[in-house]
């Protein structure tokens, strides 16, 4: 059975309309198709969706990205890579269901892959804690993409989660000291990483493994610090408002490309990945071949740097050195307060700063 969003009304009124024209029997009198009539039904689907998925707002594109029938981790893991063995455990703690992890062979290369899985139906979202790491998935992710950087094998890691497990043990077993060594880890490595946000990247937990050499989004996927929700929450105490609270926040893959918070948009069939899985896989495939490719010829060290660069330029406006293309040779450079404090005549200047607060003191009361 398809499940439809609230604005695909017309599009599930007419592909039930397509379904009973394929059954001959299902109309009285008939015993043939009419296939005039389905081509013509089936012209104005493609119109329909067409319409439809190339005016999305952003909460629109945040419900896609959260569809029921749309392909997860494990569906990409299974059908893009071979020879996949799954390693568990962060050797600390135990094992995290929601993170799947192993080495496998793309294109006949070796490579780590790492997926957040939210699960298929009921029972296996609740197994798989509907996406949410714990900290020893963290801990279990790095520990392989070290092993992965001391082999020179690249890595590969799907995002697809709401956000880190909020719940009170995974804040006991250190949930935000887990996610930062992540993304220290993840800056460090010396091998190529490629993290495709296939659906939802939600905060922190997306960005632990999201800091990436290649970060790449299907073009429906949704990336953002939270849920439009919550921000709705935060904001103006009404969850209702996640309209405005979507589109606030830039968090679709149009929005993300222009502001260069991620590097390209993988193109999705008409109407979503979950109607052509098979398209979805091979538009995948070519996207991660591109660019495994693109860093076949990269030295270690070349790698990081590029790395490094291309995370302190977001924001800067093409940077606040004469050349952007390399921010090696940024610097801290010291504020007025803290060139004050360096100078040696101390006294006077706590002296100077007793009057003036005196003074306020005065004034106010």
């Known amino acids: 059975m398809k499940n439809y969003l609230n604005f695909e009304i017309d599009i599930k009124n007419l592909e039930n309309e397509i379904e009973k024209l394929k059954d001959p ?39 896609v990205a959260r569809h029921e029938d749309r392909p997860k981790s494990k569906f990409f893991i299974d059908n893009l890579f071979e020879d996949f063995i799954s390693l568990s455990g962060d050797r600390f703690y135990g094992e995290d269901e929601s993170v799947i992890t192993g080495f496998a062979k793309f294109n006949g290369n070796s490579v780590l892959v790492i997926g957040q ?19 020893e998935g963290y801990r279990k992710t790095i520990r392989l993409m070290n092993l992965a950087n001391k082999f020179n094998i690249p890595i590969i890691s799907f995002i697809d989660t709401p ?7 995974a804040e006991e ?12 880890c993840c800056m460090e490595l010396k091998v190529p990483t490629l993290s495709i946000i296939i659906g939802e990247g939600g905060s922190g937990g ?14 429906n996927a949704i990336y953002s610090v939270i849920s439009p929700e919550g921000c ?21 893959a149009k929005d ?12 999705e069939p008409l ?9 979805m896989l091979q538009n995948l495939r070519n996207s991660i071949l591109k660019n495994l490719e693109y860093f076949k010829d990269l030295s270690a060290d070349e790698i990081m740097n590029e790395r490094k660069n291309k995370f302190l330029k977001i924001g800067r406006n093409k940077g606040f050195t004469s050349s952007s293309e390399d921010l090696k040779t940024l610097t801290i450079k010291d504020n007025n307060i803290v060139k004050i404090l360096k100078l040696k005549k101390l006294p006077i200047i706590f002296s100077l700063i007793g009057i003036i607060s005196l003074s306020l003191i005065i004034y106010l009361f």
Do not use: C
């Open 271 to 279: 109407g979503g990945a979950h109607r052509n899985r098979d398209l």
């Open 232 to 252: 709705a929450t935060i904001l103006w105490r009404d969850p209702k408002k996640m309209l405005d609270a979507a589109k606030a926040m830039k968090l679709s």
């Open 173 to 184: 077993r250190g949930q935000a000291e887990a996610i930062a060594k992540s993304i220290e």
């Open 256 to 267: 993300l490309l222009k502001l260069e918070v991620i590097d390209e948009i993988i193109p």
């Open 25 to 63: 029997y299902n109309q009285d009198g008939l015993t043939e198709v009419d296939t005039k009539k389905i081509s013509s039904t089936q012209t104005e689907l493609d119109e329909k969706l067409k319409d439809i998925y190339s005016n999305l707002d952003p909460w629109q594109t945040t419900m």
């Open 163 to 169: 956000g880190a497990y909020p719940g009170v043990g």
């Open 206 to 219: 997306a960005i632990a493994l999201a800091s990436s050499s290649k970060v790449i989004m299907l073009e």
């Open 117 to 135: 899985e939210k699960g298929e139906n009921l029972e296996s979202r609740i197994e798989r804690n509907f996406g949410m790491m714990r900290p």
